[in-house]
């Protein structure tokens, strides 16, 4: 009777270390899991560039008129501009939260693109007159108009486009770690199952 009760006491142990091991298994790869998801994140958050290099040409005019118009002064120059543009995603900005208990990742926020335009102005065959010559004022109505061109020349090309396609393969390295966990990834309470869903939900 001793030796069956020893056996079964043996036997309880035996299940109970067992059943232990499996718990410690599983905190274990729980903490694996996160710890892998957050270096991941890591190692996309990054700032993605893209490039781009626009060139136009311009004339500027403007007239200083006297005695109801009878006597003009004008002022005019050929203005040649190249410039170059960037596009940009600060990828360290990207924010998360990871629920363990049902291994999902939700995207909290993805960082606006960044806009740097840097425009190269240069004038050329300038005429002016000591009556109407060129001033500050003329120079920023310039700037102002050369950037407001190349805002639209910039929201036709293809810049702005090409620039969210390289956000979204980098979050797409995200999607591809969880898909391979058994994790869910979500954004905008959708989930994402595929790249394609990442590029529908990202404005821009």
């Keep these: 009777m001793k030796r069956i009760l020893i056996g079964a006491v043996v036997i309880v142990s035996v299940i109970l270390l067992f059943k232990f091991c499996d718990f410690k298994k599983d905190e274990s790869n729980i903490e694996y899991n996160t710890n892998l998801i957050q270096q991941q994140i890591l190692n996309v958050g990054k700032l993605v560039v893209t490039e781009g290099h626009f060139s136009e040409v311009l004339t500027y005019k403007d007239q200083d008129k006297y005695l109801m118009d009878m006597i003009s002064f004008e002022k005019k120059a050929l203005i040649i501009v190249n410039a170059d543009v960037t596009v940009s995603y600060d990828l360290h900005e990207v924010k998360y939260d990871i629920d363990e208990k049902n291994k999902t990742i939700t995207i909290t926020n993805i960082p606006e693109e960044e806009i740097k335009i840097s425009p190269d102005i240069k004038f050329y065959d300038i005429q002016q007159s000591r009556m109407n010559p060129f001033s500050g004022d003329d120079y920023n109505k310039v700037n102002k108009t050369v950037r407001a061109n190349l805002e639209k020349k910039i929201a036709k090309s293809t810049l702005k486009s090409n620039a969210k396609n390289r956000l979204v393969s980098e979050l797409s390295k995200m999607l591809i770690l969880t ?26």
């Design 179 to 204: 898909n391979s966990m058994g994790w869910t990834l979500k954004f905008e309470g959708n989930i994402i199952e595929k790249e394609a869903d990442l590029n529908t939900n990202i404005k821009g």
